[in-house]
């Protein structure tokens, strides 16, 4: 049995090491071991998949400082990732309308193979070993890289091939949209947390620059965009998680400058942001009329006398002032009951 592990707590940099060693995996945060089991894996291959998740219901801000591999010498792999937002933070259900917002396709005209790399939470009646990525007017299976957890919440990557015919010359200037699918999802809402390209250049395309002292090039980090949360809450201002038809609730945008500043050192303005409910804008706020909006807190107050009893959702969009940056979105849920 390992010792109880060393004391973890916000703003303090911790080091978890996972060990392969002769029959056993190891687990050590800050030099101590946390955790053994006794198995061996036989892997001749693997992905690296990492990931970080807070106390349940609290958001947490982690800051990742470096991730490295330790072992015989091997050869760098000849891809490179390049990030990529799907249109809704969500997974659609197969028959959903998807918003007519995509990615540009520059990466892919000088991309001998490429497949889309995506992150989703399990939620209860979702089919994820049938999940699909469409892009444009094709789709094509998103496959679990491993296994489907039976446990509600756990979070799954999936991996799409890039059709062929959208790769080298054959590369549409833009792609859209681009959406995942599940089965089940159009009646549940399935978080998107994260995605990505994972592109293989065509031969004689540099994975990176040289620079003039012969090293590699260390790409620049944009401004970024402030931080959002978006929370529902009731007339006296407390969260909810259920209302009644017909009455009214505040939805708090909170856009926070200081915690995106703290992502790159400088912070990026924004043009304004969107509310969508049920893939249905209900308002906008431009918040560069007097020049890019640089964050801010704001309470709209929504109606809920339009929507059916049941399970809904609400997105905020943020949408940058740079037409080149990507833009951020979170969800937040409720259930619409009746009187």
């Known amino acids: 049995a390992p010792p109880p592990a060393p004391v973890r707590g916000a703003g303090v940099l911790h080091t978890f090491e996972v060990i392969l060693a002769d029959g ?13 089991a006794g198995v061996a894996p036989d ?15 609290r958001r947490t801000r982690v800051h990742l400082d ?43 005209r000088q991309a001998a193979s490429a497949r889309l790399i995506t992150s989703v939470t399990l939620t209860h009646g979702v089919d994820l070993s049938r999940a699909t990525a469409q892009f ?32 080298g010359d054959g590369a549409p200037p833009s792609i859209s949209p681009l959406v995942l699918r599940a089965p089940g999802a159009d009646a549940a809402m399935a978080p998107i947390l994260g995605a990505y390209l994972e592109v293989q250049p065509l031969p004689g395309v540099p994975l990176r620059l040289p620079s003039a002292t012969g090293g590699l090039v260390r790409p620049a980090t944009p401004d970024a965009i402030p931080y959002p949360t978006v929370r529902l809450l ?18 708090d945008v909170d856009l926070d400058r200081i915690g995106g500043q703290l992502d790159s050192g400088s912070i990026g303005g924004i043009a304004g942001f969107e ?64 009187r």
Not at 83 to 88: E, F, I, L, N, Y
Not at 145 to 161: F, H, K, L, Q, Y
Request: charged share 20%.
């Open 24 to 36: 056993e995996v190891r687990v050590r945060q800050d030099g101590n071991e946390v955790a053994v």
């Open 43 to 57: 892997w001749t291959k693997a992905d690296v998949l990492i990931g970080l998740a807070g106390p349940p219901g």
């Open 66 to 108: 470096a991730i490295a591999m330790s072992g015989p010498a091997g050869s760098a792999p000849d891809t490179y990732a390049h990030p990529v937002v799907p249109a809704t933070q969500r997974l659609l259900g197969p028959g959903e309308d998807a918003p007519g917002i995509g990615f540009t396709g520059a990466p892919l």
């Open 136 to 167: 444009g007017d094709t789709v094509v299976a998103a496959r679990p890289v491993v296994p489907v957890p039976s446990r509600t919440g756990s979070i799954v990557t999936v991996a799409a091939d890039v059709p062929l015919r959208l790769l």
């Open 234 to 251: 009731d007339n006296d201002e407390n969260q909810l998680t259920t209302t009644t038809r017909g009455s009214r609730m505040l939805v």
């Open 275 to 338: 509310l969508w409910m049920d893939n249905r804008r209900i308002a906008g706020l431009p918040t560069a009329i007097d020049g890019p909006g640089l964050g801010g807190q704001y309470e709209i107050s929504v109606s809920t006398a339009r929507l059916e009893p049941g399970p809904h959702f609400l997105e905020l969009r943020v949408i940058p002032s740079d037409p080149d940056r990507r833009r951020s979105s979170r969800l937040a849920s409720f259930t619409v009951s009746r």
